[in-house]
């Protein structure tokens, strides 16, 4: 009888936790499946999605290889076993990834049907007693050019329009994942699929939606009260009203984030949307307000400041992130240097910022005379007095530099209209000469159009930096990806190989000495890992620690996030290691700013204090990075060391970073010591780190 209770109870206790679990149904085609990919069951974006979000989630994979949208397509969907158990798993949160297949010759016929099919599939999941939130997720970009198959143009022009417009009409959310891939066809292998690494970039814009934490309730348009027009941008509701005797819009998305970001766009409403679209879907409001034909003089400030007092007065938040292309770019500086502390961020994009080059032409460029014209009577110029005009953005960058806001430009460094070493360029130097913040992206042979970038992606994160919107990749566990053998490893090993095999090598050892826990560089050293093959620094480890038991707990390609899933589901808090020395955080460089970074190392380190309080921790961060002092990866190098040393608790944490050892006194990273990629070490540079830990490892080890 008592068995029978027990039983009873962890029955009800069980179905209680499943219960609580917020269910995640994933629906699709091969991508969703996670077709082409190496170990699929682990490395498909639900199975990645379901690791980053833990064990409050059920993510569920009910993807299907070669299914359409369509009823009447070559393998519809909504025949298939998955279909019927999504619905039955009755989920809280569905992913649609349908329409790639629709894309093919056999398909086209059938385009007339596609809204009401797709409109029919979200019904189908929104007469669920969950009444589940129903997010839509465009095609990726296909790299192939038969034009029968599996088509872009198509993708582009036909399937990602309709599903657009679904989602204006049936109010759902919408992830660009086309925009994220355009650029990205090392990640696609077969030129449809994307490799396990693809799947880490779908995973993680999945997981910003799920987690965006949203401002309920708030809807701009009922605060708007003069006569509005609605209509759809890329799938948002947008508003048309006059301001002013101005034309204004806004575009609402359809979850506000909390704080309520705002980008304001200067000039050219709907050119180039990618970071307005992005951002939308990140629970931005985007608007508009049109000061055309104004060039930012004392009427346009005056305007601007009017409707700013106007979206505050909704709700928005103070500060706004300015967003202005080409003449735009003279706007936004006019109006931030007169209202700085309403100034998030600036993106300016081939931005003119003397308007003697454009539109007066009196440099490289050439001369617009109708612009010029029009500039002259909003300034009051005479021709005399507009050719020695000093009142431009460029004229004032140095006070500029003083207000405090970061600013981001994207220029082609072929733009002959408005040429950047006129305007962008000397602007630069001005600014952070002055201790400015900025930075350039330049786009080589590109002219002054197109605008903005395919994938926005390094805009949109240079935003939600500056808003305080972006999610830190760098501090949430996840497992990582990598598959090829080219990280070093036997062929067929893949990440979870390299997982297993040092766990496995931990669970060995009664007692372990050292691990060393990193990522390639770390991975370099082998120790007894059967399946890396590439091992520069193996035997210089074997000869200078042959007297202790030691572990290479390094695998390729890992950042902070991996070493952290590492420690949270291996062996490393059951293996009584005597010692950890921590190198990670060079392969956060690209995506990651220093700070997040530095949080990420942060978080491994509270982890290990809490559940390895016998371990002593050897933090070195990441190795030194970038063959020059002025590169990128030594910029962040330095950051993060600078921040990290507080780590440094004299108790167990022992900060030990190795910049003198292989920097040299120019500031050039030393090549005797490492590969010319300014990253990994060469056998000479595993001399110089085992020589540099072995005293103070003998040192710990020996009290």
């Not at 809280?92 to 093919?104: A, E, P, Q, R, Y």
């Not at 034009?147 to 992830?175: H, N, V, W």
Request: proline fraction near 5%; include cysteine.
């Amino acid at each position: 009888m008592i068995n029978r209770l027990l039983l009873l109870f962890f029955i009800t206790v069980s179905i209680s936790v499943n219960a609580q679990k917020i269910r995640i149904a994933c629906i699709g085609n091969s991508i969703t499946y996670g077709a082409a990919m190496v170990n699929r069951e682990k490395n498909a974006y639900p199975a990645q999605l379901q690791a980053m979000l833990g064990a409050q989630y059920e993510v569920m994979n009910f993807g299907v290889n070669g299914t359409t949208l369509l009823k009447k397509g070559n393998i519809p969907y909504w025949n298939t076993p998955e279909y019927s158990n999504a619905l039955k798993s009755n989920p809280s949160i569905v992913f649609i990834k349908l329409g790639t297949n629709d894309s093919k010759l056999i398909n086209r016929p059938f385009y007339n049907e596609f809204n009401n099919d797709y409109t029919s599939l979200i019904q189908s999941f929104r007469a669920l007693p969950s009444h589940p939130r129903i997010v839509l997720l465009l095609p990726l970009p296909s790299f192939l050019e038969d034009s029968s198959s599996i088509f872009d143009p198509i993708i582009k022009k036909e399937i990602i329009p309709r599903i657009q417009q679904l989602a204006f009409e049936t109010g759902c959310e919408i992830i660009n994942l086309y925009s994220l891939f355009i650029d990205r066809s090392d990640l696609m292998p077969d030129k449809i699929h994307p490799s396990s690494l693809g799947a880490t970039l779908i995973a993680k814009r999945l997981y910003e939606l799920v987690k965006l934490n949203e401002n309920k309730g708030f809807d701009i348009f009922k605060k708007i009260k003069e006569e509005k027009k609605l209509s759809s941008f890329y799938g948002f509701e947008c508003i048309d009203f006059t301001f002013q005797q101005r034309n204004c819009k806004i575009v609402k998305p359809k979850k506000a984030a909390v704080g309520l970001p705002w980008v304001w766009r200067a000039r050219f409403w709907g050119h180039e949307p990618q970071t307005d679209r992005a951002l939308l879907e990140r629970g931005f409001h985007v608007v508009y307000c049109d000061a055309s034909e104004l060039f930012g003089n004392p009427a346009a400030i005056a305007l601007w400041n009017k409707f700013y007092d106007y979206m505050y007065q909704t709700g928005l938040s103070k500060k706004v992130a300015l967003e202005g292309m080409s003449r735009g770019g003279v706007y936004i500086y006019n109006w931030a240097m007169v209202n700085p502390q309403k100034v998030a961020c600036i993106y300016a994009d081939a931005p003119v910022l003397d308007l003697k080059s454009w539109p007066g032409g009196l440099g490289k460029g050439k001369k617009s005379n109708a612009d010029w014209e029009i500039f002259k009577t909003d300034y009051s110029l005479t021709e005399e007095q507009a050719k020695v005009f000093n009142n431009s953005p460029l004229k004032n960058a140095q006070k500029i530099a003083t207000l405090g806001f970061p600013m981001l430009h994207v220029v082609g460094d072929a733009d002959e209209a408005v040429p950047v070493d006129e305007n962008t360029t000397p602007f630069e130097i001005t600014i952070k000469k002055a201790g400015g913040n900025i930075n350039v992206i330049h786009k080589p042979g590109v002219g002054h159009h197109p605008h903005s970038l395919a994938n926005p992606t390094p805009i949109v994160d240079f935003i939600l930096n500056a808003t305080h919107q972006k999610t830190n990749f760098a501090a949430i566990a996840s497992p990582g990806s990598e598959y090829r053998s080219g990280a070093g490893w036997k062929e067929g090993a893949d990440w979870w190989t390299q997982n297993n095999e040092i766990n496995e090598l931990l669970a060995s050892n009664a007692s372990t000495d050292i691990v060393f826990i990193g990522n390639s560089i770390t991975q370099g050293i082998a120790g007894n890992r059967a399946s890396v093959t590439h091992a520069p620094g193996k035997a210089i480890f074997d000869s200078v620690f042959k007297k202790y038991s030691w572990v290479s707990a390094g695998i390729s390609g890992d950042r902070t996030q991996h070493i952290l899933w590492r420690l949270q589901h291996g062996n490393y808090a059951t293996a009584k290691i005597k010692i950890a020395v921590l190198t990670i955080g060079v392969n956060n460089f690209a995506d990651d700013a220093p700070e997040e970074i530095a949080q990420g190392i942060h978080q491994i380190i509270v982890w290990m204090k809490k559940y390895m309080p016998a371990t002593k921790i050897i933090l070195i961060g990441p190795l030194p990075a970038g063959v020059k002092k002025q590169d990128m990866f030594r910029v962040k190098y330095d950051n993060v060391q600078s921040i990290i040393q507080k780590e440094d608790d004299r108790k167990q944490v022992v900060y030990f970073p190795l910049s003198s050892r292989f920097i040299q006194t120019n500031g050039d990273l030393n090549l005797a010591y490492c590969s010319s990629d300014g990253i990994h070490l060469i056998e000479k540079g595993y001399e110089i780190w085992a020589l540099a830990l072995q005293p103070l490892i003998e040192k710990i080890l020996s009290k």
